[in-house]
């Protein structure tokens, strides 16, 4: 198939799907206005959305408003504009899902499926991705803001435009080569991720036990080092427990964990451990907490916040933010089937007790910090 048959084949397959699984949307966030005040004045941002994998893929429009049609399925729409403002969030990471130039063994069944069908893979389709961020930001340019730094996310938000921010998922979308890393950062990326779901030339992923007790390499060591030196965040979700170690052991800048969950709540191998999220914290890194069921292992909204809070009394109050995964292949816990059910993380939030700064930090401030700590 050529291009555009390719992705005619795969929007008209998406909308075939969508139309025979119509309804049954997600239910009103049902919290009172007190709540909802304090959760639109909050700046909410998430730390790692994948809606960009949509877009690039099947032409989602980001603008437009959408149902998603499949609560309890992988595949639906969790996030688009209209519904990022009616749930509050103002910004998020958009993460860039890029098909490997080289598929290994270990990568999971659905994503060799799509890099066999994608001819632009690993730089080519990061800064191709890029250019589907910012043409949407410009084509949109009242409602959203393609943004490099911390600052500008601030003035995006300030300005009631949403605030995305790139980062890319897994070090294979600037292969080997330093000199990538500078191509995609004048295009605007400002995170990348060490690995995804197979071995990349920095680091090793968690979810692959036969990597265990593997650290950085040698290029992920000068990648960590670089990435620091131009002001691009290092997230470390993904990578496995000795990759991470050995990663603590080299920032001097803070950094993120972009997406993962509480382990010694629900046994999950990309969930992070007590020591881990103490380490993270004392190093000055933010974890975003993923709301997927496959991370949380509790029912609803109460389970997810019951992550939050587990890892304010392990790391601190200023270690944790949100790492949705919406769009990313995940079921999300009930009550989060999509954005606009955030306004009931804050409700949780209130009624157990938690004090204006402490939802205010891990709604936003503690992610917007970081980036801008080390991106201006
Ligand atoms: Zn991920």
Avoid at 202 to 208: D, I, K, L
Avoid at 256 to 280: E, G, K, P, W, Y
Wanted: one cysteine or more.
């Amino acid at each position: 198939m050529n291009e555009l048959t390719r992705r005619r084949f795969l929007q008209s397959s998406a909308a075939a799907a969508g139309a025979l699984l119509a309804g049954c949307g997600p239910e009103a966030p049902q919290v009172s206005d007190d709540v909802l005040a304090l959760h639109r004045d909050a700046r909410v941002l998430d730390l790692h959305l994948d809606t960009l994998l949509s877009m690039r893929l099947l032409g989602y429009e980001i603008a437009s408003r959408h149902t998603n049609r499949l609560p309890r399925s992988p595949i639906s729409w969790h996030m688009d504009l209209p519904r990022a403002r009616e749930g509050g969030l103002d910004g998020a990471v958009m993460g860039l899902v890029i098909s490997p130039r080289e598929v290994r063994e270990e990568l999971m069944a659905p994503l060799r499926w799509l890099a066999r069908l994608e001819d632009e893979r690993g730089i080519d389709q990061t800064l191709l991705t890029l250019d589907v961020l910012d043409e949407a930001a410009r084509r949109h340019a009242d409602e959203m803001r393609f943004c490099r730094s911390g600052s500008e996310m601030r003035a995006a938000m300030d300005e009631g435009r949403f605030a995305a921010f790139a980062g890319l998922e897994g070090s294979h979308g600037i292969e080997s080569d330093l000199q990538n890393v500078h191509a995609a950062y004048q295009r605007g990326l400002r995170m990348i991720g060490l690995t995804h779901f197979q071995a990349s030339s920095a680091a090793y992923p968690m979810t692959v036990a036969a990597f265990d007790g593997r650290g950085l390499t040698p290029f992920g060591r000068d990648l960590v080092a670089e990435m620091e030196r131009m002001g691009m965040v290092v997230d470390l979700a993904h990578v496995n427990e000795a990759g991470v170690e050995e990663a603590l052991g080299l920032v001097t800048r803070p950094f993120v964990v972009s997406h993962t969950a509480c382990r010694a709540l629900f046994d999950f191998r990309r969930n992070l451990s007590d020591a881990q999220i103490r380490a993270v914290a004392e190093r000055g890194g933010v974890i975003g907490l993923c709301l997927a069921r496959g991370f949380v292992g509790r029912p609803g909204v109460e389970g997810f916040v019951d992550h939050i809070e587990h890892a304010i009394r392990v790391g601190g109050v200023d270690c944790v933010a949100l790492g949705s995964d919406w769009d990313g292949a995940i079921v999300p816990v009930e009550g989060l089937g999509d954005v606009t059910g955030l306004p009931r993380v804050t409700r949780v939030m209130l009624e157990r007790g938690h004090s204006e700064s402490v939802i205010r930090k891990a709604l936003g401030e503690n992610a917007l910090r970081v980036l801008t700590e080390v991106c201006g």
